[in-house]
């Protein structure tokens, strides 16, 4: 059962010696397998293990500071339990700040509400910044994260919002990655596929996270994001074939080419408020098929965000807001 906390003790909730549990608290969990089927032990505290959740946008996280070691506390199953809405915390996933890799500050994992593990979160990366400086104490600076998609660099700033350096774009189809047949070079610029009867046009990129993006179908007709039944068709998309490490699936209306509404169909957790990865890769399909400017604002469910593909040095930026809801403890 999850203790509340007062939103202003998330740093006293968070000390190091806190953190760490007491040889008689502790107890042994397996976590996933490792690679040769060997199994990676992870440490649980009986007593609870301390969290707090923050929201970007309305996509919601359950943070863990999980700097005092290398495996998460928490395993995918319980992740699951945790993110459920009725009988855990509630969210879009459990995200642990890890030590650090490779001369950064520290290291990110997420776990999906399904208990899949994707390589980044745009959303989440912003939250898990404001977290870790919340519980550090830090002023507004600029981190260095270890991703499983390489670098990412979230910097706080004095309006309280979080701007993130993700890196340059993928685009090679095989990198991405899909089987859709490439259209300009290596890459896949509105493709067709067919789905649910229609003929969509698609741009596939990645931002270290596959995305698949439609700014209408093959006839013309555009999107129309308050017109779609995302419940029924997302899943289609997601596990469609052609996309061998499923997808993220955005779908775009626009407003103007500075301005567009997306909603979308996140790779194991459905429909959300927000998705950050894939608000930059609307915007670089958005410029490679001609319909919108290199900063765009796009606005989602849950609120806008300000997105700018940089070509003096190919790298996107993402600024948004990362918000502490409550923080706690839980049993597990």
């Known amino acids: 059962m999850a203790q509340c906390l007062a939103a202003s003790s998330v740093a006293r909730a968070f000390l190091p010696q806190q953190q760490r549990c007491s040889t008689r608290q502790q107890r042994r969990m397996s976590a996933a397998a490792a690679p040769g ?12 293990i301390k969290f707090a959740k923050y929201q970007g946008l309305g996509n919601d996280f359950i943070l863990v ?11 995918p199953d319980q992740a699951v339990k945790l993110c459920d809405r009725n009988f855990g915390i509630g969210g879009d996933g459990v995200i642990f700040a890890l030590p650090a890799q490779n001369g950064t500050d520290y290291s990110m ?28 104490g830090s002023q507004p600076r600029q981190y260095k994260v270890h991703t499983l998609a390489g670098l990412i660099q979230p910097a706080l700033l004095a309006d309280g919002q979080v701007c993130v350096d993700m890196g340059e774009p ?38 270290g996270n596959p995305h698949a993006i439609t700014y209408g179908l093959a006839d013309g007709t ?3 994001v308050d017109e779609l039944d995302l419940a029924r068709i997302g899943p289609m998309f997601e596990h469609n074939a052609v996309f061998p490490a499923r997808t993220n699936t955005e779908f775009v209306e626009v407003l103007t080419p500075s301005h567009v509404r997306m909603h979308v169909w996140e790779r194991g957790a459905g429909r959300t408020l927000a998705c950050g990865t894939g608000a930059c890769a609307t915007v670089v399909a958005g410029v490679l098929e001609g319909k919108t400017e ?21 790298h996107i930026y993402m600024t948004g807001p990362a918000e502490l809801v409550f923080s706690g403890s839980v049993s597990v």
């Open 37 to 48: 089927g060997a199994r990676r032990q992870a440490t649980v505290c009986s007593a609870g």
């Open 65 to 75: 500071d999980n700097r005092h070691q290398a495996e998460p506390v928490i395993s």
């Open 109 to 136: 994992r997420i776990f999906n509400s399904d208990g899949s593990e994707p390589e980044m979160c745009g959303n989440g990366i912003r939250c898990l910044a404001r977290f870790v400086a919340d519980v550090d």
């Open 170 to 207: 993928i685009l090679k189809a095989a990198d991405v990655p899909t089987t859709l047949q490439p259209t300009q070079g290596e890459a896949v610029v509105q493709q067709r596929l067919s789905v649910d009867g229609k003929d969509w046009l698609f741009t596939c990129v990645s931002m």
């Open 222 to 224: 555009p999107i129309k």
């Open 294 to 314: 290199r900063k765009c604002q796009v606005d989602l469910p849950g609120g806008p965000l300000h997105i700018e593909w940089r070509e003096s040095d190919n």
